[in-house]
């Protein structure tokens, strides 16, 4: 809607994953370099973190993609499953036989994972929204990389999920499991240094004619409001462009984005956007301004009730005699 205005050639704040808008922050690199260790290194288990709309499934995809050997990949989204029903999935993912039972299925994969040791593959079962995962079947997990345990390391095992995913690995039942993750990361939200490079690397790639579509202070805003969280930028950033159009704005400035964060704020909402920051800004700018007329009538009334304190320069400027 807002294209043909600002010139784009596509909106540059999509919601869904694109490899070709993909933008990689320190954080991001970080991690990409954590986990690729952790697969080349036959770490076994490795476990990723990260708030919601941090990137973590992103980050995954570019992972696999940059692996140089070959690698058998099942990617688990859903992982409210009872074990018959995970072993049936994975299963069918790698290519195995029609699942009959857990014996058969378990004989099965072991001679999979001997296959693949010989013709150096590797296995990457991933696992995302792990932190919903039942201890039952977080165990039953656990027990795939005992087959691997002959010497055949082709078996990685990723759990993806949110912060909560530590407390439920917590759990006394799962004491065998926290000792066999290997490699281990936390992923971070954007700097503010982060978030304006983001939204000029989203811009240039949308084919923007400038990248300083966004003034500074409306770059810094979007900051504090979203916390750097990569999901919500590109949600407040399309409401702003969307709002800048209706208003012919040709840059987006930091008024345009107080105006939003208003508008997507749903009352009792304390996950999206953050309202504190707008009005400590507003607090700060009020309370500047405040000080200076304080001072400014402080020292005029001061030039007035004693003339003779000030120089003759100060005296002839404001015609005190």
Known sequence: MYKHYYALQRNPFELTPDSEVLFLSETHKEGLATL???????????????????GKTTLINVLVKSLKLT??????????????EFLYFLGTKLGLPNFVNKVKFLQDFSEMLKKCYQ?????????????????????????????????????????????????????????PLRQRIGIRFHLDTFTQEDTGQYIHF????????????????????????????????????????????????????????????NELHLPGDTATFDLLPLAQEKGKKKGVLVLLIVLSLSVLTAFLVFP?????????????H
Do not use: M
């Not at 690698?71 to 018959?84: H, Y």
């Open 308 to 320: 003779d304190l000030l120089g003759p320069s100060i005296r002839q400027f404001f015609n005190i």
């Open 71 to 84: 690698v058998k990949v099942c990617v688990l989204s859903n992982p409210i499953l009872a074990s018959s």
């Open 36 to 54: 690729k260790y952790g697969i080349l290194s036959n770490k076994g288990f490795l476990l990723l973190t990260g708030g919601v709309g941090t």
């Open 202 to 261: 989203r811009l240039n790639r949308a084919g923007a004619a400038s990248s300083g579509l966004f003034s500074e202070e409306a770059t810094k805003l979007i900051h504090l409001t979203t916390h750097g969280n990569p999901r919500l930028i590109n949600i407040l950033c399309d409401h702003a462009l969307l709002s800048g159009f209706a208003q012919e704005k040709q840059l987006i400035d930091d008024t345009i984005i107080t105006e939003c964060v």
């Open 119 to 175: 013709n150096e593959e590797k296995i990457l079962l991933i696992i995302d929204e792990a932190h919903v995962l039942p201890v039952e079947l977080l165990e039953e997990i656990r027990l795939l990389s005992n087959l691997s345990g002959d010497g055949h390391n082709v078996l990685s095992i990723f759990l993806v999920g949110q912060p909560e995913l530590l407390d439920r690995l917590a759990h006394e039942r799962l004491l």
